[in-house]
């Protein structure tokens, strides 16, 4: 796969605030990228520095090799949803499409067609003023749909929507991945995002804490995490340790981070200590964000 973003030794300071330092990651063509961090981490600012609403203080970021300016058909190319989406509250759904299609250029049929995409079509004639905060956020995604773009930038696309909406939500972000789209979603949802992304990217504090695929991220540093019950828990604990394992307790059992199974039960074996359960499991992905963040939290 191509990178259809690339982020290289992104920096900017506001005053004395380094609100993001030395970022570099990639999202590819045809998958879902999870853009993650806590509030203040530099989510936005990198956004909008990618858009060229930002300067920059150092490094950029491209869309297949051209920065967003230079770019002939901005919004044929790239589709932008941002958390401050602002519309005509006079105007219909439908009306506030078609002059945004005719600012971008785009066929007039695209109105339509996103507004059925979307679910929007039977309140297209609807002023916006009268639109839940749902309905709004279906509006916006539709216009970032006008052009057909074969980059899709989403910052909380869920924020107003229903379970039902957050599931439409999800299906549509795979969908557009299958059609060879690249797919970057800003979100606080980690269980949404868990769903639907291909990759993952985790900031804090401005600083790159974590890229690749949602399994590596997930896996750990060399994607083991085991989980062990053991007749001496804390026998076992200490011996792990030693070993320089890192141990959580939970609850009667035990979980070993960065540390396959069979490691695990090699020690157990060596001193005699008799196991009840020894399994590979999966981090969820907010006990993987919750760590790669602990320090900037």
């Known amino acids: 796969m191509s990178a259809a973003i690339e982020i290289h030794g992104m920096s900017k300071r506001f005053g004395k605030i380094e609100a993001v330092r030395d970022l570099s990651f990639e999202v590819e063509a045809g998958r879902?990228?999870?853009f993650l961090g806590p509030n203040g981490a530099g989510k936005s600012t990198t956004l909008r520095m990618l858009?060229?609403?930002?300067?920059?203080n150092s490094g950029e970021g491209t869309f297949d090799g051209r920065r967003y300016e230079d770019l002939p058909h901005p919004s044929a190319h790239v589709g932008v949803v941002l958390e401050e989406a602002s519309f005509h509250p006079g105007r219909s759904g439908r009306n506030h499409l078609r002059v945004l299609a005719a600012a971008g250029n785009h066929p007039d049929g695209r109105v339509?067609?996103?507004?059925?995409?979307?679910?929007l079509k039977a309140a297209?004639?609807?002023?916006?003023?009268?639109?839940?905060?749902g309905m709004r956020q279906?509006?916006?995604?539709?216009?970032?749909l006008l052009g057909d773009p074969q980059v899709l930038i989403l910052d909380e696309p869920a924020n107003g929507l229903d379970p039902p909406g957050i599931r439409w939500m999800r299906d549509l972000l795979r969908s557009e991945a299958a059609r060879g789209r690249a797919v970057l979603v800003s979100s606080h949802l980690l269980s949404e995002v868990a769903q639907a992304a291909d990759d993952v990217v985790v900031i804090a504090g401005g600083v790159l804490r974590a890229s690749g695929t949602l399994e590596s991220v997930l896996g750990g540093t060399d994607g083991h995490v085991t989980r062990?019950?053991?007749a001496e828990a804390v026998r076992l604990a200490e011996l792990l340790r030693e070993r320089g394992m890192l141990v959580e307790p939970e609850g009667p059992k035990l979980i070993v981070r960065g540390t396959s199974p069979d490691a695990v039960g090699a020690v157990a074996a060596e001193h005699g200590i008799a196991l009840?359960?020894?399994?590979?499991?999966?981090r969820s992905l907010e006990d993987a964000f919750l760590e790669l963040t602990a320090e900037a939290a």
């Open 32 to 34: 879902v990228t999870g």
């Open 112 to 119: 339509d067609e996103v507004l059925d995409t979307v679910g």
């Open 124 to 133: 297209a004639n609807r002023r916006v003023k009268g639109y839940s905060m």
């Open 138 to 144: 279906r509006l916006a995604i539709a216009a970032a």
């Open 51 to 56: 858009l060229g609403l930002i300067h920059t």
């Open 276 to 282: 009840s359960e020894l399994v590979a499991v999966a």
């Open 228 to 230: 062990v019950k053991a």
